[in-house]
C-alpha cells in the first residue's frame, strides 16, 4: 500500500506564501504521477497541479499558473506545492495524490488511486 501525508497548510493573508509537502510511504515504487487537488467547502474536489515521477513535466490549473509551482524530490518521497501571491479563493482543504498512471492528461480525481487526508488552506483578506 502507498500513504500520502499532507502538511504546511494555515492561515495567510492575501498575497502572502505557503508551501505545502506531502510525504509518501509505502510502496512508492508503485505509483507514477503525483498530484495536487483542493476542495472547497461546498464544491467538488478540484485538480490544482501535477507533476511526472521523476519532475520533467507538470501541469496546472489554469487558476494557479504562475502563482503556484509543483516539484518532487523522489530521494525523500516527498512531494511540494509552493504557493504564491495567494487569494482568498485558493482557501479549501488541499489534497495530496498518486496515481499508477503516468500521462498527466488525465486530470480527473478518479484517476488518481492513493489520497491523504488534506490540510487546511485558509487566505485572509
Known amino acids: 500500500q502507498v500513504q500520502v501525508v499532507e502538511s504546511g497548510g494555515g492561515l495567510v493573508q492575501a498575497g502572502g506564501s505557503l508551501r505545502l509537502s506531502c510525504a509518501a510511504s509505502?510502496?512508492?515504487?508503485?505509483?507514477?504521477?503525483m498530484g495536487w487537488f483542493r476542495q472547497a467547502p461546498g464544491q467538488e474536489r478540484d485538480f490544482v497541479a501535477a507533476?511526472?515521477?521523476?519532475?520533467?513535466?507538470?501541469k496546472y490549473a489554469d487558476s494557479v499558473k504562475g502563482r503556484f509551482t509543483i516539484s518532487r524530490d523522489n530521494a525523500k518521497n516527498t512531494m511540494y506545492l509552493q504557493m504564491n501571491s495567494l487569494k482568498p479563493e485558493d482557501t479549501a482543504v488541499y489534497y495530496c495524490?498518486?496515481?499508477?498512471?503516468?500521462?498527466?492528461?488525465?486530470?480527473?480525481?478518479?484517476?488518481?488511486?492513493?489520497w491523504g487526508q488534506g490540510t487546511q488552506v485558509t487566505v485572509s483578506s
Open positions: 509505502g510502496r512508492t515504487f508503485s505509483f507514477n504521477a
Open positions: 495524490a498518486a496515481r499508477k498512471g503516468v500521462s498527466l492528461a488525465e486530470t480527473a480525481a478518479t484517476y488518481f488511486d492513493y
Open positions: 507533476i511526472s515521477r521523476i519532475g520533467d513535466k507538470t
